[in-house]
T-cell receptor, first 111, second 115 residues
Framework: GDSVTQMEGPVTLSEEAFLTINCTYTATGYPSLFWYVQYPGEGLQLLLK?????DKGSNKGFEATYRKETTSFHLEKGSVQVSDSAVYFCAPMEYGNKLVFGAGTILRVKS | GAVVSQHPSRVICKSGTSVKIECRSL??????MFWYRQFPKQSLMLMATSNEGSKATYEQGVEKDKFLINHASLTLSTLTVTSAHPEDSSFYIC???????????FGPGTRLTVT
């Protein structure tokens, strides 16, 4: 089955710093790719997605590009805020609409 | 947006007893619900997929007789942990989607502690 390797955290940044969270995956075929975010005390929420190679998903200032050649889907944001502090999960969707989650990366943003 | 609730949010039970966790879609009809388990500092592991009105499909290594899943209506799925043991202590999360939509909406999770 598919698998995901995600950047280990926690990642601690100052406000307005640039963020990158790396994600690489192994899969048969070309799965749709997702980033989910879990804010403290809340359920996972879809942050962004990309469904085919070279697609760029974006939302709330976050971006990730589907790189087929490197099987990667790195999450980036140009200027993080304290409110971005959360756990971020990379997840390809394999056959049968099953999400395969990475280990999650804790992001802490300090003011 | 679509809201999924779980009840209870936390439960403590004694070893050998059974505990039921409910997952409800509050403002949409969930044709498919998923149950995940999350260990501390680890990823979510899919336990089973349930479609309304049919038997759940369990992932490899998940004991279907221990983790009973019922998806009796389009808004409710239940997970019953039978004869719970301390190793079943974990964070259980459900998600739901409708039709052929790719997006899953997640509940806030249930923390189970077995003493």
């Amino acid at each position: 089955g598919d698998s995901v390797t995600q950047m280990e955290g926690p990642v601690t940044l100052s406000e307005e710093a640039f963020l990158t969270i790396n994600c690489t995956y192994t899969a048969t075929g070309y799965p749709s790719l997702f980033w989910y975010v879990q804010y403290p005390g809340e359920g996972l929420q879809l942050l962004l997605k990309a469904t085919k190679a070279d697609d760029k998903g974006s939302n709330k200032g976050f971006e990730a590009t589907y790189r087929k050649e490197t099987t990667s889907f790195h999450l980036e944001k140009g200027s993080v805020q304290v409110s971005d502090s959360a756990v971020y999960f990379c997840a390809p969707m394999e056959y049968g609409n099953k999400l395969v989650f990475g280990a999650g990366t804790i992001l802490r943003v300090k003011s | 947006g679509a809201v999924v609730s779980q009840h209870p949010s936390r439960v403590i039970c004694k070893s050998g007893t059974s505990v039921k966790i409910e997952c409800r879609s509050l403002d949409f009809q969930a044709t498919t619900m998923f149950w995940y388990r999350q260990f501390p500092k680890q990823s979510l592991m899919l336990m089973a997929t349930s479609n309304e009105g049919s038997k759940a499909t369990y992932e490899q290594g998940v004991e279907k007789d221990k983790f009973l899943i019922n998806h009796a209506s389009l808004t409710l799925s239940t997970l019953t942990v039978t004869s719970a043991h301390p190793e079943d202590s974990s964070f259980y999360i459900c998600s739901a989607r409708w039709g052929s939509s790719y997006e899953q909406y997640f509940g806030p999770g249930t923390r189970l502690t077995v003493t």
